[in-house]
């Protein structure tokens, strides 16, 4: 059997190589322009995530959403770990939460301006994340946990995801506020207030995920 798996990897790279690659005969960038047009953002990406393909990214707010409860859920019967692995040097500390600083700030800008140029609500997201591990991993586990929970910020993610549901079927249904001007930072319709909403839950999500395993395996 692991012969006819490396016969197999073998023709598909001389099919690679030898045959040639046809191009469609399409318009220039007519697809592109049609979905500008259609979702009144410059960013085609998050016309299509947002607007063309909106049901799948319902579904994958949800799947996302699911991998955060499942954490929970499998991890709730362990014994938590009686040691975390932290940055304690102080140079490390302080190029750790300068990193966090700079992942903060581009994670504002992809959400509000995601609409408009490369970026959008799960970079913005990604970006989030990143700097809340990054101060997860130079400051104690029990003043994480303290501010997640003072915030309750599980409860500002449900609440996205709920809002988050209730516009984007809104938005299937047809029912969303004008374009406005194409190119300004109030233009789309719903695509940035959906951008903004899947950065905070992904961000949130995030936070969730790093306490979790904080708590249960002591490290990232």
């Keep these: 059997m692991k012969w006819i798996y490396i016969l197999a990897g073998i023709a598909l790279c001389l099919k690679a190589l030898w045959m040639p690659h046809t191009e469609p005969n399409l318009p220039d960038l007519a697809i592109?322009?049609?979905?500008?047009q259609d979702s009144g953002v410059p960013n085609a990406v998050s016309g299509i995530i947002l607007r063309n393909r909106l049901y799948d990214t319902i579904f994958e707010v949800v799947v996302f959403t699911?991998?955060?409860?499942?954490?929970k859920f499998l991890l709730a019967n362990e014994r938590p770990s009686c040691t975390i692995y932290q940055f304690t040097d102080q140079?490390?500390?302080?190029?750790a939460r300068l990193g966090a600083t700079i992942a903060a700030l581009v994670s504002i800008e992809l959400?509000?301006?995601g609409h408009l140029s490369p970026g959008g609500g799960f970079a913005a997201g990604v970006a989030g994340g990143t700097a809340i591990g990054l101060i997860a991993i130079t400051s104690s586990s029990q003043w994480m946990y303290h501010i997640?929970?003072?915030?309750?910020?599980?409860?500002?993610?449900?609440v996205s995801v709920l809002i988050f549901l209730i516009l984007a079927t809104l938005t299937l249904l047809g029912l969303e506020p004008p374009h406005g001007e194409l190119g300004s930072l109030v233009s789309g319709g719903m695509l940035p207030i959906l951008n903004i909403l899947?950065?905070?839950?992904?961000?949130?999500?995030?936070?969730?995920?790093?306490?979790i395993f904080i708590r249960y395996r002591g490290l990232l």
């Design 32 to 36: 592109v322009q049609t979905v500008v």
């Design 66 to 71: 699911i991998a955060i409860m499942g954490a």
């Design 91 to 95: 140079p490390s500390i302080v190029l």
């Design 111 to 113: 959400a509000i301006r």
């Design 148 to 158: 997640y929970q003072r915030w309750q910020a599980a409860t500002w993610e449900k």
């Design 198 to 211: 899947v950065a905070i839950k992904v961000a949130l999500g995030s936070w969730a995920a790093i306490l």
